[in-house]
Nanobody, 121 residues
Framework: QVQVTESGGGSVQAGGSLRLSCTASGETFSTLTMGWFRQLQGTGREFVASMHWDDDKKFYGDSVEGRFTISRDNAGSTIYLQMSTLTPDDTAVYYC??????????????WGKGTLVTVSS
């Protein structure tokens, strides 16, 4: 079994900052990519940010580039999302996605259960 767990969600005023964390743990695995998606109320899930483990290349959605920063720790199984200049439009459930290769199994995406971020005006 592999567990993907997010943390750091909460309430913040517009213009403020918040940092989310996500850790993949469990069976022995190799990490290919990890990233963040979000789902606003009444909308579908949209891409926020991701990064590759082999070359450390980062990608951002158009709505967050310049305000959000994705990073990882030196353990290789935890990512962070530093969110700045937050607006009420950023209010959403944020989901972590881990693209992993487990021993003896094919590459597959694993998802966390989500963490709620609420930005007040």
């Amino acid at each position: 079994q592999v567990q993907v767990t997010e943390s750091g969600g909460g309430s913040v005023q517009a213009g403020g900052s918040l940092r989310l964390s996500c850790t993949a743990s469990g069976e022995t695995f190799s990490t290919l990519t990890m990233g963040w998606f979000r789902q606003l109320q009444g909308t579908g899930r949209e891409f926020v940010a991701s990064m590759h483990w082999d070359d450390d290349k980062k990608f951002y959605g158009d709505s967050v580039e310049g305000r959000f920063t994705i990073s990882r720790d030196n353990a290789g199984s935890t990512i962070y999302l530093q969110m700045s200049t937050l607006t009420p439009d950023d209010t959403a459930v944020y989901y972590c996605k881990a693209d992993l290769k487990l021993r003896g199994k094919p590459r597959i995406n694993y998802w966390g259960k989500g963490t709620l971020v609420t930005v007040s005006s």
